[in-house]
């Protein structure tokens, strides 16, 4: 959704200055791409002229962030993806109600950071197990767990049992906090590894949720790489030519760097695609507030430019090939 709406934003407003305020995903060639548009990336909000425009990337931000951006008269867009937004407001909410926050993630994560920043004397982070016995509870009656929405639905299921069996009457979040597509991507790498002599996963070093796809493969007994692009496969990993490659990405990898590592793998060795239905996924999202002020102000009707996340359509011309598209058995997906 945040790489949509950095192009909405270039798209309505050229010629005009736009900056980012932390790279807008963890992806280096999305990032890179935007600096050639020229975006200006910043890790800090003084660093943008007054009056100017600032996109929120999708991993959140702490309120005093949001709060010097208004102080300097600053356009704010805010692209935080709307599943982290509903782990911030699950933590002002718990707040307000006195529990202690337990967010479950990556302490210099900059989603965690954002998340943090809502309600900082409230929540500690829990990064593993052995982390539990140094926190400081002062009724455990009154605790709550949130978790960073990009971890491992297996890492965090660890941490949780270890914060449960620690504190019984821990609560949990109302619904569930990892997102849907980390989820779903995560479910089917377990599904479909096995049936596999590799996965490679499209994405870079620094997203959480591309790493994880690596590990969790690698848990299913297939070695996983991690490659932001066609240019990084290390060929010395293919056994034979009749090898079977999973071919996955991270949350944030542009869909044609996954095309051109299928084109370069069928221009090399041959085959066939099959594009597996373990999800659907085809999902709506609403343009966030400051980017359909924009829109109004040139006469755009905000529903007519919906961000609308679903599955590729994959081609011959970009892929190498044609897919056959399979559907992967319930049963499957749960083993």
């Known amino acids: 959704m945040a790489i949509d709406v950095v192009d909405q934003v ?8 736009v900056y980012v305020y ?27 002229p007054d009056g100017a425009i600032v996109v929120f990337s999708a991993h959140g931000i702490p309120p ?33 109600l006195g529990y202690q926050i337990l967010l479950v993630g990556h302490k210099d994560h900059q989603e965690v950071i954002g998340t943090s ?29 949130l978790t960073q929405t990009t971890l491992s639905t297996d890492d965090a299921a660890i941490i949780i049992d270890a914060l449960k069996n620690a504190f019984p009457g821990i609560k949990a979040p109302p619904s569930e906090d990892i997102c849907y597509a980390t ?10 590894a096995p049936m596999c002599d590799l996965t490679l996963v499209v994405g870079s070093t ?50 044609d760097l996954v095309a051109d590592v299928c084109r370069t793998l069928l221009e090399r060795y041959g085959g066939e695609i099959r594009s597996c239905d373990v ?7 609403a343009p966030p507030v400051g980017l359909k002020q924009i829109m109004r102000d040139q006469g755009i009707d905000p529903k007519s430019r919906m961000i609308r996340v679903t599955k590729p359509d994959v081609t011959e011309a970009k892929y190498g090939a044609v897919a056959l598209t399979i559907s992967v058995p319930a049963d499957t997906q749960s083993s």
Request: overall charge negative; proline content about 5%.
């Open 279 to 285: 999800f659907e996924e085809n999902v709506y999202f």
């Open 206 to 255: 620094n997203s959480s949720n591309s790493k994880r796809l690596t590990e969790i493969s690698a848990t299913a007994g297939t070695p996983g790489k991690l490659i932001d692009d066609a240019s990084h496969i290390d060929h010395a990993w293919f056994a034979s030519s009749d090898d079977t490659v999973l071919i996955t990405a991270g949350a944030s990898a542009p869909e």
């Open 183 to 192: 989820t779903n991507r995560q479910h089917a790498v377990r599904a479909l």
């Open 22 to 48: 932390h790279d807008i995903v963890h992806n280096t060639h999305v990032v890179s791409r935007f600096k050639g548009r020229g975006v200006r990336f910043v890790e800090d909000v003084d660093l943008v």
């Open 117 to 145: 920043g809502e309600a900082p004397d409230a929540t500690q982070v829990v990064e593993t197990p052995e982390d539990i016995p140094d926190l400081h509870i002062d009724d455990p009656t009154k605790i709550v767990y």
């Open 10 to 17: 270039l798209d309505l407003c050229p010629g005009q200055p």
């Open 64 to 96: 005093r962030v949001r709060q010097r951006a208004r102080d300097r008269g600053l356009r704010v867009i805010d692209a935080t993806c709307p599943l982290v937004t509903k782990v911030h407001n699950e933590a002002i909410r718990y707040a307000r």
